[in-house]
């Protein structure tokens, strides 16, 4: 069936450094993709979304990146912060009805 | 202005039981959408409804049912509750049926 993955459970950088966390997705028809972060007991929060017709998207310190021709998409976070560790996840719709998520990537920002 | 409100945040059940998790969306949001997140794993479609009328159903038993009211609350249904059904239920709302949803914080059920 259609899915949306992420390509490491885990991921671990150091304070300031940039992280990169990654997707891959298998319905050439989605349209639309979305970043969420979630922090231990809370809900998933929004961070960045991005449709198909655009390749980049910058937010504040994260930029979303589309590359239709693998279905990949990645997120970007710069200078990441110690307030940045969570799992993220990326999600895209399904049927129009609901939205698939990944499995998560767990960031962990070391001091 | 408040965000998505899920009640309650924590419950104990016993396999067998019946619970009832509600949901209150967004001021102005007329979609709600319900999903199951287990331990480790990403979010799992349940139920979407909009305008209260069921827009879509993920692959879940019939022990699974849920309704919006007319203020757009709504709430999740989950019968003879099996051990496997603890998980986080988190509740997100949408002003339209397609995009924009915003997560609550969730209602941690544990079956015993």
């Known amino acids: 069936g259609e899915s949306v993955g992420l390509h490491l459970p885990t991921l671990s950088v150091q304070e300031g450094d940039n992280s990169i966390i990654n997707c891959a997705y298998s319905?050439?028809?989605?349209?639309?993709f979305i970043w969420y972060k979630q922090e231990s007991g809370k809900g998933p929060q929004f961070i960045i979304d991005?449709?198909?017709?655009?390749d980049k998207r910058q937010g504040q310190r994260v930029t979303v990146l589309l590359n239709k021709t693998v279905k990949h998409l990645s997120l970007q976070i710069a200078a990441t912060q110690p307030g940045d560790s969570a799992v993220y996840f990326c999600?895209?719709?399904?049927?129009?009805?609901?939205?698939?998520f990944g499995a998560g990537t767990r960031l962990t920002v070391k001091p | 202005d408040a965000g998505v409100t899920q009640s309650p945040t924590h419950l104990i059940k016993t396999r067998g039981q019946q619970v009832t998790l509600r949901c209150s969306p967004i001021?102005?949001?007329?979609?709600v959408s319900w999903y199951q997140q287990v331990l480790g794993q990403g979010p799992q479609f349940i139920f979407q409804?909009?305008?209260?009328?069921?827009?879509g159903r993920g692959n879940f038993p019939d022990r699974f049912s849920a309704r919006q009211f007319p203020n757009y609350s709504s709430e999740l249904n989950v019968n003879a509750l099996l051990l496997g059904d603890s998980a986080l239920y988190l509740c997100?709302?949408?002003?339209?049926?397609?995009?924009?949803?915003?997560f609550g914080s969730g209602t941690r059920l544990t079956v015993v």
């Open positions: 409804y909009y305008e209260k009328e069921e827009r």
């Open positions: 991005i449709r198909s017709n655009m």
């Open positions: 319905n050439s028809a989605s349209d639309y």
């Open positions: 001021s102005g949001h007329k979609s």
């Open positions: 997100a709302s949408s002003p339209t049926a397609v995009y924009g949803y915003t």
């Open positions: 999600a895209g719709p399904y049927n129009n009805n609901d939205m698939r």
